[in-house]
């Protein structure tokens, strides 16, 4: 890590990167930038950030907090933790503290994990099933998963009429014809001061234009980090984002679908198999068999992964042809009508930056490790850590499965599949589910695998279960055919979801 040049204020500070962090460093680093407050942050049942705010009353009453934690309410945190044993500890981990960007008094955040009243990692809580599912993974495998989200979400405004744009013709547009250019560099610059690792930003292909208002979609793209801290920065980005439009008073939203035809916003998920410090997704040059197991278990599980990516009804109205979010369970290169994609990886092009600047002297060799695998499906209604979770268990679960290259071989397809010409193919593929009720029968279905050592507890499953059916969503596209007004009080429902 380039400490010198990290944006973020305690790396620069305390001189070290933020898995260093001690109690001690945070105690230095408030004292000697007079934080007045530290917030308690912590991820509820709905996926967003809550929080306990303290006012630092003396270094001894400091040293307690970040020693002890605090106790909280789980049953009005989670719904499947019952209310006559419901107290839990929330214990700071320091490396993921930053500067408040947005606090009037000078406060320091602490994202915080759950604990028992014996203690120990309270093993519904979402941080907790994903250190679970990764360490899974790494005991049974020897390999460790590092993954990064597309955050995409949509900015509403007043409508203007001075350099308009066209509608799904959004994407990687500037100013003046994006309005909201300057919303999204501000909210990176923030996201990477609070410990986010950004590979880039720019506008998406959607833009909505009404009759008074304009619907405009960005996306900031993270870089591939360890599996908890792609979990904590996501959530950490949405809060940003969020905070940063209310500062403008405008509305983000990351919500599946903003208007029925239009793109909806997805939170697609790339992730690499690492050993060592080396990718194992490529050999030779090439996707490695590794690459194709995995490929292979998060086809199998696709089905049930929706419990976890795709929590509302309106998860399912994008899920829909010719809006490049897949309905179908297939893999392809560079293919963006699938659910998982191998996007270009920069493999044996190494001579591009010497073709573009022909003085160019100094040599150039692209390394292999940029190479990832998209999994598509997921939206922002996703709960990220269980999310993340459930792409752990799954790529172990492909690791292992014996017929593993030829289970993804035989769903592999390297055309449009949305084209009327290649119906054919289309019709051959398994199907992602269409509603949330659908998704939770196939979390039943797979549910020995996800709780597989400990990873998934029984009464998270039947939660997450209990909480998709209460939706009393089958069939619900069927039933909204052709009735606009109540797709558009659905789409209200779900506006901030997550």
């Given at each position: 890590?380039d400490?010198?040049?990290?944006p973020?204020?305690?790396?620069?500070?305390?001189g070290k990167?933020p898995?260093?962090?001690?109690?001690?460093?945070?105690?230095?680093?408030?004292?000697?930038?007079?934080?007045?407050?530290v917030?308690?942050?912590?991820?509820?049942?709905?996926?967003r950030?809550?929080q306990?705010?303290?006012?630092i009353?003396?270094r001894?009453?400091?040293?307690t907090?970040?020693?002890?934690?605090e106790?909280?309410?789980?049953?009005s945190?989670?719904?499947?933790i019952d209310?006559?044993?419901?107290?839990?500890?929330?214990i700071p981990r320091?490396?993921t503290?930053?500067?408040?960007?947005?606090s009037?008094i000078?406060?320091?955040?602490?994202?915080?994990?759950?604990?028992?009243?014996?203690?120990?990692p309270?093993?519904?809580?979402?941080?907790?099933?994903?250190?679970?599912?990764?360490?899974?993974?790494?005991?049974?495998?020897g390999?460790?998963?590092?993954a990064?989200g597309?955050?995409e979400?949509?900015v509403?405004?007043?409508?203007?009429?001075v350099y308009?744009?066209?509608?799904q013709k959004?994407?990687?547009?500037s100013?003046p014809?994006?309005k909201?250019?300057?919303l999204?560099?501000?909210?990176?610059?923030?996201?990477?001061?609070?410990?986010?690792?950004?590979?880039y930003g720019?506008?998406?292909?959607?833009?909505?234009?009404?009759?008074?208002?304009?619907?405009?979609?960005?996306?900031?793209?993270?870089?591939?980090?360890?599996?908890?801290?792609?979990?904590?920065q996501?959530?950490i980005?949405?809060?940003?984002l969020?905070?940063?439009?209310y500062k403008y008073?405008?509305?983000?939203s990351?919500?599946?679908?903003?208007?029925?035809?239009?793109?909806?916003s997805?939170?697609?998920i790339?992730?690499k198999?690492?050993k060592?410090?080396?990718?194992m997704l490529?050999?030779?040059?090439?996707?490695?068999?590794?690459?194709?197991?995995?490929?292979?278990?998060?086809?199998?599980?696709?089905?049930s992964?929706?419990a976890f990516?795709?929590?509302v009804?309106?998860?399912?109205?994008?899920?829909?042809?010719?809006q490049?979010?897949p309905t179908n369970?297939?893999?392809?290169?560079?293919?963006?009508?699938?659910?998982?994609?191998?996007?270009?990886g920069?493999?044996?092009?190494n001579?591009?930056?010497?073709?573009?600047n022909?003085?160019e002297?100094?040599?150039?060799e692209?390394?292999?490790?940029n190479?990832t695998?998209e999994?598509?499906?997921?939206d922002?209604?996703?709960?990220?850590?269980?999310?993340?979770?459930?792409l752990?268990?799954a790529a172990?679960?492909?690791l292992?499965m014996p017929?593993?290259i030829?289970?993804?071989?035989?769903?592999?397809?390297?055309v449009?599949?949305?084209e009327?010409?290649?119906?054919?193919?289309r019709?051959r593929?398994?199907?992602?589910p269409?509603?949330?009720w659908e998704?939770?029968?196939?979390?039943l279905?797979d549910?020995?695998i996800?709780?597989?050592?400990?990873?998934?507890?029984?009464?998270?499953?039947d939660?997450?279960?209990?909480?998709?059916?209460?939706?009393n969503?089958l069939?619900?596209?069927?039933k909204?055919?052709?009735?606009?007004?109540?797709?558009?009080?659905?789409?209200?429902?779900?506006l901030y979801?997550?």
């Amino acid at each position: 890590m380039d400490i010198q040049m990290s944006p973020n204020k305690l790396v620069q500070f305390l001189g070290k990167p933020p898995d260093e962090f001690t109690k001690r460093d945070i105690i230095r680093f408030i004292e000697a930038n007079e934080i007045r407050m530290v917030n308690f942050r912590y991820v509820g049942g709905d996926g967003r950030l809550k929080q306990l705010n303290f006012v630092i009353n003396n270094r001894a009453h400091l040293d307690t907090l970040l020693s002890a934690g605090e106790r909280v309410d789980g049953s009005s945190l989670f719904s499947y933790i019952d209310a006559a044993s419901s107290d839990l500890y929330v214990i700071p981990r320091f490396k993921t503290a930053y500067v408040n960007p947005f606090s009037p008094i000078p406060a320091l955040d602490i994202l915080c994990s759950y604990y028992t009243h014996e203690g120990v990692p309270l093993p519904s809580s979402p941080e907790n099933v994903l250190r679970k599912a990764h360490q899974a993974l790494k005991e049974n495998t020897g390999l460790s998963l590092e993954a990064l989200g597309e955050l995409e979400y949509y900015v509403f405004s007043d409508k203007q009429e001075v350099y308009p744009s066209d509608p799904q013709k959004g994407y990687h547009e500037s100013s003046p014809f994006s309005k909201w250019e300057l919303l999204r560099r501000e909210a990176m610059e923030t996201i990477a001061q609070s410990g986010g690792v950004i590979k880039y930003g720019h506008t998406e292909v959607g833009f909505v234009s009404g009759q008074y208002q304009d619907m405009e979609q960005h996306e900031i793209e993270f870089a591939p980090v360890p599996l908890e801290d792609a979990a904590d920065q996501i959530v950490i980005g949405k809060y940003i984002l969020r905070m940063t439009g209310y500062k403008y008073k405008v509305p983000i939203s990351f919500a599946p679908k903003i208007v029925v035809g239009h793109a909806g916003s997805g939170l697609h998920i790339h992730s690499k198999l690492i050993k060592g410090k080396e990718n194992m997704l490529v050999q030779d040059g090439h996707l490695s068999d590794i690459a194709r197991r995995n490929i292979a278990g998060y086809l199998r599980l696709a089905k049930s992964l929706t419990a976890f990516g795709n929590t509302v009804p309106l998860s399912y109205l994008r899920l829909v042809p010719h809006q490049e979010a897949p309905t179908n369970i297939c893999w392809g290169d560079r293919n963006r009508s699938a659910l998982v994609r191998v996007p270009l990886g920069w493999l044996g092009v190494n001579s591009m930056v010497r073709d573009a600047n022909p003085q160019e002297t100094e040599e150039f060799e692209q390394a292999y490790d940029n190479q990832t695998v998209e999994f598509r499906s997921p939206d922002g209604s996703a709960n990220i850590y269980f999310l993340l979770a459930g792409l752990a268990v799954a790529a172990r679960h492909g690791l292992e499965m014996p017929d593993a290259i030829e289970y993804s071989n035989n769903l592999y397809a390297d055309v449009n599949i949305f084209e009327d010409e290649h119906s054919d193919v289309r019709s051959r593929l398994p199907q992602l589910p269409a509603s949330c009720w659908e998704s939770a029968d196939h979390l039943l279905e797979d549910r020995e695998i996800y709780e597989a050592d400990g990873v998934f507890s029984p009464v998270l499953i039947d939660g997450v279960v209990r909480m998709l059916r209460g939706y009393n969503d089958l069939d619900l596209s069927e039933k909204l055919y052709g009735r606009d007004q109540e797709i558009e009080d659905l789409i209200k429902e779900y506006l901030y979801c997550s």
